[in-house]
């Protein structure tokens, strides 16, 4: 049931968390990519980096996410997880998943199959799916990184709980390159 999407997918819910106002540290002023690029896509394991070079009043502006997309059989997407690394070693980000979903119930992450942290609330849907604003503090990030799989508990429009696994390989190694590229 995973895969990997690149481009336009990934693209749109970077968009839409940007949007959102969810990662202030995702833009960089001044800064241009490895080589003088102005895109960069990188495999980390389970996760993909991605960076933008933009020219904003005549300033280039850089950002960066670190994702993760699962589609269905039908090759529809289940569940997205787009991150950027925040200077204090926290993350924020949003969780995209499917319509069809009560989005008045929260929704709740587990770490290898332990709480983490307190069950969230949807902000919105947009035409990519319904938003959950993600916001991981340092020891948060550190024990995702030591973790084998996290997994996204909701309830769907009908009452039935729904669990959706997220793999974590790469983990660690996608946040560092987030944070290196947006220094």
């Known amino acids: ?31 241009a990519l490895p080589g003088g690029a102005n895109a960069l896509n990188e495999t980390h394991g389970d996760w ?7 020219t904003k009043d005549d300033k280039q502006v850089k950002s960066c996410a670190m994702s993760q997309q699962q589609v269905n059989k039908q090759k529809q997407r ?29 929704v709740s992450l587990d770490l290898d199959d332990a709480a983490l942290g307190k069950p ?8 990519v799916g319904c938003l959950v604003p993600l916001d991981l503090d340092a020891g948060m990030v550190k024990k995702i990184g030591k973790g084998k799989k996290l997994t996204i508990s909701a309830t769907s429009t009908s009452g ?4 959706l696994d997220m793999p974590l390989g790469g983990f660690t190694s996608a946040f560092d390159r987030v944070a290196e590229l947006l220094k």
């Open 1 to 31: 049931m995973t895969a990997r999407i690149h481009g336009a997918a990934l693209a749109a819910a970077v968009a839409a968390t940007l949007a959102m106002g969810a990662m202030p540290a995702a833009a960089q002023q001044g800064n």
């Open 120 to 127: 969230m609330a949807f902000s919105t849907c947009v035409p």
């Open 160 to 163: 039935q709980d729904i669990k």
């Open 78 to 106: 289940a569940l997205e997880i787009s991150l950027v690394a925040q200077q204090d070693g926290s993350a924020k980000g949003v969780i995209v998943l499917p319509f069809g979903l009560a989005v008045t119930k929260p």
């Open 48 to 54: 993909n980096v991605a960076c933008r070079v933009t």
